[in-house]
């Protein structure tokens, strides 16, 4: 089972970038996904989840309003659109996958390898 995170790169501050997870080895069609990121010399922070229905979302402050998570189940992929991306944007970041639960429960125990986002000035 394999999260695979790509759309990561360098952008100005501003810009946007639209960031794809997709799983392969077992669905998570009817499980919670979510994002996370970690910045150079910080711990891991959450950034976003969505229920597997998508009725569901979530954000931390500090995205609220310029990023948004969206899924596509029928390609078992989760994405994150970022907007208006800002210097403090700068992380790895990580998708995962709580194979209990289709609702979100900050409980993931499936990750991707991360990708690394860059807002330059």
């Known amino acids: 089972v394999q999260l695979q995170a790509s759309g990561g790169g360098t952008v100005e501050t501003g810009g946007s970038l639209r960031l794809s997870c997709t799983a392969s080895?077992?669905?998570?069609?009817?499980?919670?996904m979510g994002w996370f990121r970690q910045a150079p010399g910080k711990g891991s922070e959450f950034v976003s989840s969505i229920s597997w229905d998508a009725a569901s979302t979530s954000y931390a402050d500090s995205v609220k309003g310029r990023f948004t998570i969206s899924r596509d189940n029928a390609k078992n992929a989760v994405y994150l659109q970022m907007n208006s991306l800002k210097l403090e944007d700068t992380a790895v970041y990580y998708c995962?996958?709580?194979?209990?639960?289709?609702?979100?429960?900050?409980?993931?125990?499936?990750w991707g390898q991360g990708t690394q986002v860059t807002v330059s000035s």
């Open positions: 995962a996958a709580d194979s209990g639960s289709g609702y979100w429960r900050n409980e993931c125990d499936y």
């Open positions: 080895g077992r669905t998570f069609s009817l499980n919670a």
